[in-house]
């Protein structure tokens, strides 16, 4: 079992930052992806940025210029710098690994979510 632990939301002004960080501790044996989703209120949850174990990356168009996806290997530790926040970045921002297991299973984790509030 992995489990993820995010960190750094919290309620922010219109053109403000924020870094979420997502530590992965527990059974890890290979990480692959590790991925920031967000879900606001009535909406599906949408992937925002992934990071691959290479480290290529690739954004969601609207957070592209934006937002900044980045991973300390060593650490199992994602990040996501968010510049420039607008309202509609409001949601439950949730950490995403692929899992690679020693007999290699691929296997998906989830975290909590943290909220992130962007106010007008």
């Known amino acids: 079992q992995v489990q993820l632990l995010e960190s750094g939301g919290g309620l922010v002004q219109a053109g403000g930052s924020l870094r979420l960080s997502c530590a992965a501790s527990?059974?890890?044996?290979?990480?692959?992806?590790m991925a920031w989703y967000r879900q606001a209120p009535g909406n599906q949850r949408e992937l925002v940025a992934v990071i691959t174990n290479g480290g290529s990356t690739d954004y969601a168009d609207s957070v592209k210029v934006r937002c900044t996806i980045s991973r300390d290997n060593a650490e199992n530790t994602v990040y996501l710098q968010m510049d420039s926040l607008k309202p509609e970045d409001t949601a439950v921002y949730y950490c995403?690994?692929?899992?690679?297991?020693?007999?290699?299973?691929?296997?998906?984790?989830w975290g909590r979510g943290t909220q992130v509030t962007v106010s007008s």
């Open positions: 995403y690994v692929l899992h690679t297991s020693y007999t290699g299973r691929y296997f998906n984790y």
């Open positions: 527990g059974s890890i044996f290979s990480i692959n992806n």
